[in-house]
């Protein structure tokens, strides 16, 4: 069966430090790959997504994240966070073949530190 | 206009009333999701509706009846709810059910008393 799994509950860093979220899936068959990101008291928005192609992704808000086949990871990563990025990021796959939707991580919800 | 809206943003409901949820888009999206959200958890599917049609129900309580007048709007009938409903109730939509979902619209906070 296919799972999403990232790693971390909560992820504290100062302001201005980079920062690396990371999620592992396990599928059998291709996937597409996605981080959306649920500021507080508001609906979910997607930061970056993979479908095919490069395996470095940039997304919104100077995000970005790496595709590893070999390890079936997806690790959001950022050089520099400020405290606005404070929020709840998902990862999330969706298998290639199928109809059927997004199979979801429990979430990292990423503190930032003044 | 590229955003899903919701309305209303928040609600409060008695164990005995009738109220609804209303979604819409005017992207041409022609699939439309609801999702229920707990505090600190993913979102959960419930229902999908692609070209007005509806496509995938997740086994959710008939308590919960979701309709689709037009292609732009996706409405969902919540009567006799349950206290454990209480929830962030997220709509999305996409282009066609076969391909990702791009947006979600801000959400209805569900109370239930």
């Known amino acids: 069966a296919q799972s999403v799994t990232q790693l971390d509950s909560q992820v504290p860093v100062f302001e201005e430090a980079p920062v690396e979220l990371r999620c592992n899936y396990s599928?059998?068959?291709?996937?597409?790959l996605f981080w959306y990101v649920q500021y507080p008291n508001q609906g979910l928005q997607l930061l970056l997504k993979?479908?095919?192609?490069s395996t470095l992704v940039k997304g919104i808000n100077g995000f970005e994240a790496e595709f590893n086949k070999s390890q079936t990871s997806f690790h959001l990563r950022k050089p520099s966070v400020h405290i606005s990025d404070t929020a709840e990021y998902f990862c999330a796959v969706k298998l290639r073949d199928s109809n059927y939707q997004l199979i979801w991580g429990a979430g990292t919800k990423l503190i930032i530190k003044p | 206009d590229t955003e899903v809206t919701q309305t209303p943003k928040h609600l409060v409901m008695g164990m005995t009333n009738k109220k609804s949820l209303k979604c819409e888009q005017h992207m041409g999206h022609r699939a439309m999701y609801w999702y229920k959200q707990k505090a600190k958890k993913p979102p959960e599917l419930m229902f999908v509706y692609s070209y007005e049609k509806l496509s995938i129900n997740e086994s959710v309580p008939s308590r919960f009846s979701p309709e689709c007048p037009n292609s732009s709007l996706l409405n969902l009938h919540l009567h006799a709810l349950q206290p454990e409903d209480s929830a962030l109730y997220l709509c999305a939509s996409s282009q066609d059910k076969g391909l990702p979902i791009g947006l979600f619209g801000p959400g209805t906070r569900l109370t239930v008393l």
């Open positions: 993979y479908l095919s192609g």
């Open positions: 599928s059998s068959v291709s996937v597409y």
